[in-house]
């Protein structure tokens, strides 16, 4: 019967191979069959064994019994592989079951996707949490609607070949504002038949917006770090980090560069008179000047304190650095407004260039730093340029400095007293208190060589403190002795007397040595009543002196002439004296303009009831001339060398000047410049 088919077919035995590729066929699918119905298990298991049946037929001579035996087996195959695809199909939905149940349970946002439409298949609970929208709605999007991309959706997916998490942000819908930062990672995985692309993304937003804020943290911690909190000018560590790389450049281009150093005349004064808040706003204000004082190519740093440094790039020359510190000296000139009152402010500005006055950052700042010194001795409110000879000049300053702090604890300073006569009487009318310093190894130390930088270093007032005391003290001992006591006057510094206990600390030293406070002068240069009156407006100062004067104290101005607005202050301030300084007495005889400036002041004085003292008389004809022309009282090496308070006691016991002459302790050899080098230096 299978003659006629054989022929159809031809050669049978070249279908041997037909059943084995038929069952190959049949199992290489065996994933996806047990995935259908039981009833398509059985059907496609039947078909397999049935097919296998007749392939023997074909390939040899079979009986009919054969056949049924074959059929009987493929049935019985088929309800095993029925069985056994029940029994997978339950198994493979219940892991299914798991799985779902942890993707539906998870924090994180599960996205299933059809490549081909891009369209959404699945979206997790998760998804409708964070977007708020049903998972419907959901299913109608693509994945170009949920990820906020700059580019297609397929090169995103291929990013994911190189990098296993991408951030990214996600949103529920094109147009929405609200979305969220996520990181997202990809896969792709088959799902009924064909594959599928599968995202998980996790909310990040929190995370990120903890970086940001601590990545702001971390800026303003940097700027507080590397900018002055008050002015907000880049400080020493941003100079320190940032100045040597400039210098650099400078060195590569063959730029010149110049670096200043300003330190504010007086500052110290103005907070310790109007207080560290009114500092601090003058601070700012300098700040403000200096800023619009310089070009956009400048840097402007706070060191700290009332000290600047200005950083002047690719200048020309040595003169056009030297402009732009000139007009920074005159920026700071103008008077500065607060609280309606006007504080009157300067700088002294020291300047060095690069790379002729140095090769580094240290060496620049020393030697700017320096000329800055060399300015504030020259006056203040000056620019120097920074020499070699400087060098000295601060090594000097810093060694009187360390040797004035020895003196003070070392008790190394005593008063000398230099008599003041009546021009007319000849009799002795007062005496000047003056300072002296014993060094035990270098002798007797002028004035002149250490009272400027006591004033700089605030080492004045307990300096002066020490005066005022040791003359109340001595004017107790010269009592108890039986000497007639006159008045003593002694020079005061604008820190004294802007100290709220100053006037206290006198009270209580007069009356502590039983001492009448008419007894008690005391001198102020012009420059200090400009300091107190640029630093206080002028009320302030007006009222501590004048709580001296309701003690009974008297004021005098010592150096008349060689100040500021002099006529202005006799007018608003109140004096009882005034002390013609010794430039103007020096050529009086010889019949130059001396004469018709001390006349004029002589003659203003009188008017004004104010006594005049002439100052430095050396010679019998220039004490005449100030007799014809009515000055009242004058003191000088013509009539007395200062002396110490022993022979002062004899002085005012006899009422005679005699021996004083003998005490020449104001003659002090010229010092010379390494006086105060330590040796071996």
């Not at 299913?139 to 998490?165: G, H, Y």
């Not at 005049?612 to 009282?633: D, F, N, P």
């Amino acid at each position: 019967m299978c003659a006629p088919f054989r022929g159809a077919l031809g050669d049978i035995d070249t279908l041997a191979p037909l059943p084995i590729i038929i069952i190959g066929a049949a199992f290489s699918n065996f994933s996806r069959l047990f995935n259908k119905t039981p009833a398509v298990i059985t059907a496609t298991s039947l078909l397999a064994v049935s097919a296998f049946a007749v392939s023997l037929l074909l390939t040899r001579s079979i009986t009919g019994i054969d056949v049924w035996r074959c059929l009987l087996i493929a049935i019985l195959m088929s309800g095993m592989f029925a069985v056994m695809g029940v029994y997978l199909r339950h198994l493979r939905a219940t892991h299914n079951a798991q799985y779902k149940a942890v993707v539906d349970n998870t924090v994180d946002i599960v996205i299933i996707a059809h490549p081909p439409t891009k369209r959404l298949l699945y979206v997790n609970p998760a998804f409708e949490r964070h977007f708020n929208i049903g998972l419907a709605d959901a299913l109608l999007m693509t994945t170009e609607d949920v990820f906020v991309l700059a580019e297609p959706i397929d090169r995103f997916n291929r990013r994911f070949e190189s990098s296993r998490c991408i951030e990214t942000k996600m949103r529920a819908g094109e147009g929405r504002d609200t979305g969220i930062d996520v990181q997202v990672d990809f896969c792709t995985s088959p799902m009924d038949g064909e594959d599928v692309w599968i995202y998980t993304a996790r909310d990040v937003t929190q995370r990120r917006t903890a970086e940001q804020q601590l990545l702001s943290n971390q800026t303003r911690l940097d700027h507080m770090a590397h900018h002055d909190q008050l002015t907000g000018l880049p400080n020493r560590h941003y100079m320190t980090a940032t100045l040597p790389n400039m210098l650099a450049a400078a060195k590569t281009s063959g730029s010149l560069m110049a670096l200043i150093f300003l330190d504010l005349d007086r500052f110290k004064f103005v907070n310790d008179t109007l207080g560290h808040e009114v500092g601090d706003r003058l601070l700012q204000a300098v700040a403000a000047r200096l800023r619009s004082s310089i070009r956009s190519e400048d840097i402007l740093f706070r060191m700290g304190g009332d000290e600047f440094v200005v950083v002047l790039n690719k200048v020309v020359s040595e003169d056009e650095a030297t402009r732009g510190a000139a007009r920074i000296g005159t920026a700071l000139r103008e008077p500065v407004v607060i609280d309606g009152g006007r504080l009157q402010i300067s700088a002294s500005i020291g300047m060095c260039l690069f790379p002729r006055d140095g090769a580094d950052m240290h060496e620049l700042l020393k030697h700017s730093d320096t000329a800055m010194y060399s300015a504030k001795d020259r006056g203040r409110d000056n620019v120097q340029m920074f020499t070699s000879v400087m060098d000295k000049a601060l090594k000097r300053r810093v060694a009187v400095e360390a040797m004035l702090r020895e003196a003070i604890s070392g008790r190394q300073f005593d008063v000398y007293y230099q008599p003041i006569l009546s021009l007319e009487s000849q009799a002795i009318v007062s005496l000047e208190a003056l300072i002296r310093w014993k060094h035990p190894t270098k002798g007797m130390i002028p004035p002149d060589w250490f009272i400027s930088v006591a004033e700089e270093t605030g080492l004045i007032v307990p300096i002066g403190n020490f005066v005022l005391r040791r003359v109340l003290e001595n004017m107790a001992d010269w009592r108890r002795a039986g000497a007639t006591l006159v008045p003593v006057s002694l020079n005061v510094a604008p820190a004294q007397l802007v100290r709220g206990d100053f006037r206290t600390m006198i009270l209580h030293l007069l009356r502590a040595n039983q001492i009448d406070a008419k007894l008690l002068q005391l001198e102020m240069t012009e420059r200090t009543i400009f300091d107190i009156a640029s630093a206080t407006a002028g009320n302030q100062g007006r009222d501590s002196i004048e709580g001296l004067r309701d003690l009974g104290v008297q004021i005098a101005i010592d150096d008349f002439g060689t100040g500021y607005s002099s006529l202005s202050y006799l007018k608003n301030w109140r004096v009882d004296k005034l002390k013609i300084d010794k430039s103007f007495i020096r050529d009086l005889a010889m019949g130059s303009s001396d004469y018709a400036i001390v006349s004029a002041i002589i003659a203003m004085a009188r008017h004004l009831r104010i006594e005049v003292i002439a100052e430095g008389i050396e010679a019998y004809q220039q004490a005449e001339i100030l007799r014809q022309i009515g000055c009242h009282q004058g003191q000088g090496y013509l009539y007395a060398r200062p002396a110490p308070a022993e022979r002062t006691l004899v002085f005012l016991t006899q009422q005679t000047t005699a021996g004083y002459a003998d005490e020449d302790t104001a003659s002090v050899p010229d010092l010379p410049v390494d006086l105060f080098q330590r040796e071996g230096t």
